[in-house]
């Protein structure tokens, strides 16, 4: 059974950084596309950022410039770093994982079968 389990969200000022975690377990595709996605009260989820098994990227336009998507294979664990912290960034974040059948990984959430809880970031302006 895939389990994915966010960790790292909080509250912070604007400017200020947080480092999500999300811990992979019971995942055994060898090919994967893994994502970050975060919802505000009131809007729709949207995509933050991908990365494949071959450690290719993608990030939301706008966040291109704040916010990094990195994995440990090792630790099997996916990270998403964010810097210089918005208000505009408050929501609750979520990790998602599928295998990856295509050569792109879909930015769209209804490409990913396995979702963790969501850990909720707060930045405070």
């Known amino acids: 059974q895939v389990q994915l389990v966010e960790s790292g969200g909080g509250s912070v000022q604007a400017g200020g950084s947080l480092r999500l975690s999300c811990a992979v377990s019971?995942?055994?595709?060898?090919?994967?596309?893994m994502g970050w996605f975060r919802q505000a009260p009131g809007k729709k989820r949207e995509g933050v950022a991908r990365i494949d098994s071959d450690g290719y990227t993608r990030y939301q336009d706008s966040l291109t410039s704040r916010f990094t998507i990195s994995q440990d294979n090792a630790k099997n664990t996916l990270y998403l770093q964010m810097n210089k912290l918005k208000s505009e960034d408050t929501a609750m974040y979520y990790c998602?994982?599928?295998?990856?059948?295509?050569?792109?990984?879909?930015?769209?959430?209804?490409?990913?079968?396995?979702w963790g809880q969501g850990t909720q970031v707060t930045v405070s302006s």
């Open positions: 998602a994982a599928e295998e990856r059948t295509r050569d792109y990984c879909p930015w769209d959430e209804t490409g990913y079968k396995y």
């Open positions: 019971g995942y055994t595709y060898s090919s994967y596309c």
